[in-house]
């Protein structure tokens, strides 16, 4: 493996051949703390086991003898051509699991010509990050209680050469984590999100209203913010979080520019669908062509592959990238991000499958 990343090689245990490998010797590297929030997802976890066995649960239908010589996994988003269709989800916190942090995934994106997702609750500041590496960036914006707020940060990521803007939509409150709450999750002192030091202002409920209907929720986002964003930006605005095909209809309508199916990980509501399960309908609602990824579950390259059988332009990967950053830094990312190109180049091989455009629904049986 090419290491333009200064790190020795020996940083990787040589046993770890697989995503599922990287998860086990990331426990060793985390405290109960930081591992709480990381593998934790809303109530019991349910959606967040779902949507990785239900990638796993879907036979491919192999094709034999066909020639796929000159093939590559090359794909093109927002005018940028990328190595691969695998990009580095929004995750919080970084320095939580790697004193690197944020500027490893940086690093390691760039060094794998694919672009990474900057969270709005980095613990490194957005122009730290724009600096390093030298693939593309798109930056995820958690609302912040008003427009004024919002565009502040919309603004920093504008001049710091941020590509496209991310608008998660599925959680204007946190999920309740059981989890995190049995551990106690709490961050360590020196770790903050620093690119928003001042948190949203909740207005207090008035007496007999809901701390969740009248608080959190009358600062949350609408489809009217949603309008005023792009009126806002020349930057591509996707909307993070989609599971409905009328939200999927509503946001086209707007002038949205891509989407992303994505349950949160089921970290914010469980027992909801699946993003797999939920991408066929919306890849029928938005018509083809219009960017459309999946988020959620992604563990093996074969899992790429069926999602963009099933609609996905590309996928999003989080905690499988976060468990090598913590056994390895920058180098645990990059090579956890070749493990699953070239899975993934093996499954379109034997599919019959030269490029992402011979990838169909008919290599996957569904039910």
Known sequence: MKNPLKTPLTAIPRDIVAACDYERVARQHLDDNAWAYLQGAAADELTAAANVDALAALPLLPRML????????????????????????????????????????????????????????ATTTLEAVAAAGQGPKWFQLYWQGDRQASLALVRRAEAAGYRALVLTVDAPLAGIRNREQRAGFALPSGLAAVNVPQPAKIPPPGPGAS??????????????????????TRLPVLLKGLLHPADARQAVGLGVHGLIVSNHGGRVLDTVPTSIDALPAIRATVGAGFPLLLDGGIRRGSDVFKAIALGASAVLVGRPYVHALAVAGALGVAHLIRILREELEVTMALCGCRTLADITPAHVLSA
Do not use: N
Request: with cysteine.
């Open 66 to 121: 066909a020639d796929v010589r000159g093939g590559h996994t090359r794909c093109s988003l927002f005018g940028e051509t990328l190595a691969h269709p695998v990009l580095l989800a929004p995750v919080a916190y970084q320095k939580l699991f790697h004193a690197d942090g944020e500027k490893a995934t940086a690093l390691a994106a760039g060094a794998l010509e694919t672009t990474m997702l900057l969270s709005s609750l």
């Open 211 to 232: 701390p969740v209907f009248d608080g959190m929720m009358a600062i949350a986002p609408r489809w009217d913010d949603v309008a005023w964003l792009l009126g806002e």
